[in-house]
């Protein structure tokens, strides 16, 4: 094992964003915006996450692989934090990760759009731009995708059926 | 089904006496639990692909809500159990969830009746809890109320759907109505736990619920096409231990690993 240095936030920020999402594997956990803070005393250190979706089971295997990359660095002192209020929003996800989530084929939340409201019966489905052809003329098929974090579309052009990363606020 | 979770939620001060929080907190995870278990019965079944992919959404959404209950009433108990002790561990008569959640699938009209009258109540009482004064269960409740609007927004649609659908359709739904409405009432029924922490101001009087409730269901039930059910006489008891028999056949299932080979986890 490396003998670790004393270990700065900055560099467990740095390593933390090697560290994936295991169901969108494009987008760093720092993309998706659930790690909320980092905290080192002494050489005992805490990362803070937040799920996305209360039922998330990634949410686990999230804290398994921060402990596991903190560990090949030689920190194992590390205590992972569930925190749940304030709850994750989409507005949290960076640029970055939008831009690869849609080069990946998955349309990146519109923000502002979130559609759950309950008065909104049979409302207007969110104009999503398809990740292949980048028409805006699509549908969504079902608002509940293969994650619980995703919706489910298709173009109405080029016909591909896609996966929409809804808006969630 | 409910791995250990390595960090706890974290923690609000745990009340010296065992208070009315404990068995009201006890009350929110059960329903939520034996509800995702009936939604998960139908992976695989569903209706259509995306139906079956909802059901299952939902259901794993109510399951991570339960977690977050379980984890906050063992820590307020107190008495070293966890949330998979009081899960898996816990007979029939110990569970707490109101008699609607736990009854059969049926058909997917009943499926969504069974839904829409737990959401309208769930979506309502999670937007009330969002100012409660104990601020774990406002934590909770600001997580889950996201996803709750989703799921009254979903069952919702299908209770018009259906009703405003074909006669087949609308004739299966009435079924649904004649057998399950009256395990509505329950839910906004206090127990003496949720009266207690009513007068304590933890927990809104559920009369207040009611109008925004009876508001969403009447334009539902117009816009379904459906007459509002008359008053019936409530079927009540679940929320008290005294539940229909379904509820041991669905736990024999939900707790078989943990009953068979006590302590396995994976
Ligand atoms: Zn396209």
């Not at chain 1, 205590?79 to 990146?108: C, F």
């Not at chain 2, 969002?130 to 996803?147: H, Y």
């Not at chain 2, 922490?197 to 379904?224: I, K, N, R, S, W």
Request: aromatic share 8%.
């Amino acid at each position: 094992m490396v003998t670790a240095a004393a270990p700065t936030e900055a560099h467990i920020w740095q390593l933390l964003e090697e560290v994936s999402d295991p169901e969108v594997p494009v987008l760093s956990i720092l993309d998706l915006g659930i790690v909320r803070a980092v905290a080192v005393a002494g050489d005992q250190i805490t990362v803070t996450i937040t799920p996305t979706y209360s039922g998330c089971p990634a949410m686990n295997v999230i804290a398994t692989e921060i402990r596991l990359r903190l560990l090949a660095e030689g920190y194992s002192n590390v205590v992972i934090h569930n925190q749940l209020s304030p709850a994750w929003t989409t507005d949290w996800m960076s640029q970055a990760g939008r831009e690869k989530l849609e080069a990946y084929g998955i349309a990146p939340p519109v923000d502002g759009t979130a559609t759950g409201h309950v008065l909104n019966l049979f409302g207007k489905d969110t104009a999503v731009r398809c990740p292949v052809c980048k028409s805006t003329h699509t549908h969504l098929v079902s608002q509940f995708g293969s994650t619980a974090c995703k919706a489910h579309y298709q173009c109405d052009d080029c016909l591909e059926p896609f996966d929409y990363f809804k808006c969630h606020n | 089904m409910l791995p250990q979770n390595d960090s706890r939620v974290a923690a609000a001060t745990p009340a010296a006496a065992p208070g009315p929080l404990f068995p009201f907190v006890l009350q929110l995870a059960d329903t939520s639990l034996i509800l995702a278990h009936r939604l998960s019965e139908w992976c695989g079944h569903g209706p259509v692909l995306e139906q079956d992919l909802a059901m299952a959404n939902i259901a794993l959404d109510l399951l991570g809500e339960a977690r977050s209950y379980y984890q906050y009433a063992a820590e307020l108990e107190g008495q070293g159990r966890t949330e998979d002790d009081l899960a898996y561990l816990r007979s029939a008569v110990e569970y707490r969830n109101p008699l609607l959640v736990e009854q059969p699938n049926n058909d997917f009209a009943h499926t969504i009746l069974r839904q829409f009258l737990f959401d309208n109540f769930h979506y309502h009482l999670l937007k009330a809890l969002l100012t409660c004064p104990d601020t774990q269960l406002a934590a909770i409740a600001e997580k889950s109320v996201k996803e709750a609007s989703y799921h009254l927004k979903w069952s919702s649609e299908w209770v018009i759907r259906l009703g405003d659908g074909t006669p087949e359709s609308r004739q299966r739904l009435e079924k649904a109505i004649a057998t399950l409405w009256r395990f509505g009432e329950e839910l906004t029924t206090a127990t003496p736990s949720e009266k207690a922490l009513q007068e304590l101001g933890v927990l809104p009087d559920y009369a207040t619920l009611l109008p925004a409730m009876q508001a969403h269901t009447a334009y539902v039930f117009a816009e379904a096409t459906l007459p509002l059910p008359g008053p019936v006489f409530g079927q009540q008891g679940g929320k008290t231990g005294r539940h229909t028999e379904h509820l041991g056949y669905l736990l024999s299932e939900l707790q078989y690993m943990q009953r068979t080979y006590p302590g396995l986890t994976w």
